[in-house]
């Protein structure tokens, strides 16, 4: 247990389904996903949005797979806004008719993010795994903002479509997207098998952060850009979930409650059912949610580490997964004995030939 009591939540993300029309081969769901006849009823995420509001959570992002998948999306989100929650859709539009985004306000939904694979049908469908759906989603981004919805675009980049980011961001101010996150792929779930073919190279990664800071200049009082940098290619890393356990929570199809969307790959953690423990039980008390919250837990040479308040150690996925222990520094860092190992696994993923892509698979 942390020395001090844990502060509530602020965001919840529910992922609703892993059902998805794309396959994109950097999803960060796990690579063995839930079937759909497991997946919560639509009067039990109900009943987990009331308490997430209870107890604290203000803000609600509905994901999956594709929450459009679900038949109840609108129900559910009327749900979470009777709640009191601000709603925000994580979708790749596919799914989502005019009629659907107007039933969709009605029932007060508040934000939308909109996935983008690529600036051109050629891009987008190909790493979509998905033919036609670019166009469909250019046609979606207008009615969304013709809707009134304040719109963010998501870009995932990556070694085979970082050339299309300057087009990227003029295509986000085209759409009248009010703010642009540009992430460039974080190697989770299906981007692990997938770091030999997206693993940008170290000047992608640098033209990259350069691109970024001259749009954000250029945009000012236009549109937001956040940024997510190439965390191989780095020497510090990210505060991941804004430290665990400490402002969000994850909720999977079929109700486990996770620290983050990659912690199943902790394999020492085990995490609680929404059927069987009230949430506030789960995030105050969970085994899981205590694991890695505060600084107890840390190990040299985070411990005695001056940035340790900022960055929480790193991801602990991360550690998991390259340094086969989720307590160890984040090799990313500089400070970590592993640092060298990640900029050779870096190195060696980008400058290699480059492996056909492997695709997600829909339950
Ligand atoms: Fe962050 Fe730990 Fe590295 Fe310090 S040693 S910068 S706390 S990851
Ligand atoms: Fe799990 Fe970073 S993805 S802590």
């Not at 085990?270 to 505060?294: K, M, S, T």
């Amino acid at each position: 247990m942390p020395s001090t009591a844990p502060a509530p939540p602020i965001a919840m993300l529910a992922e609703l389904t892993y059902r998805c029309p794309l396959s994109c081969p950097y999803c960060s769901n796990p690579v063995e996903m839930a079937r759909k006849e497991s997946e919560l009823e639509t009067a039990t995420w109900i009943d987990v949005f009331e308490q997430a509001a209870r107890l604290g959570v203000l803000q609600l992002h509905l994901s999956g797979g594709e929450p459009a998948s679900r038949r109840d999306l609108v129900t559910l989100v009327a749900g979470a806004r009777k709640a009191g929650l601000y709603t925000n859709l994580i979708t790749s539009a596919i799914g989502l008719t005019q009629r659907r985004l107007a039933e969709l306000d009605a029932a007060g939904l508040d934000h939308i993010q909109l996935s983008l694979q690529g600036t051109d049908a050629d891009m987008a469908d190909r790493i979509g795994g998905y033919q036609g759906g670019f166009a469909r989603k250019m046609q979606a981004a207008e009615w969304i903002v013709e809707a009134g919805f304040p719109l963010t675009l998501n870009a995932v980049v990556h070694r085979q479509n970082l050339h299309q980011l300057p087009e990227a961001i003029d295509l986000a101010v085209a759409l009248k997207a009010r703010r642009m996150e540009v992430a460039i792929v974080q190697f989770h779930g299906w981007a692990m098998l997938n770091r030999g073919a997206m693993m940008p190279t170290r000047a992608q990664a640098d033209e990259a952060t350069r691109i970024v800071a001259q749009a954000r200049k250029r945009l000012k009082g236009v549109m937001v850009i956040d940024y997510v940098p190439a965390d191989y290619h780095s020497d510090y890393p990210k505060r991941c979930m804004g430290g665990w356990g400490s402002t969000g929570l994850n909720v999977t199809p079929d109700g486990l409650v996770l620290p983050c969307h990659a912690a199943q790959t902790i394999p020492s953690l085990e995490f609680e059912n929404v059927h069987d423990v009230p949430l506030a039980d789960i995030w105050y008390n969970g085994a899981a949610f205590n694991a890695y919250r505060g600084e107890d837990w840390m190990q040299a040479p985070c411990k005695t580490c001056d940035r340790r308040t900022k960055d929480f150690g790193g991801c602990r996925c991360q550690a998991m997964a390259i340094a086969g222990d989720a307590a160890a520094t984040d090799p990313v860092c500089i400070k970590s004995p592993l640092h060298a190992k990640m900029t050779a696994l870096a190195h060696e993923f980008a400058e290699g030939d480059t492996p056909e892509l492997v695709y997600r698979k829909s339950p």
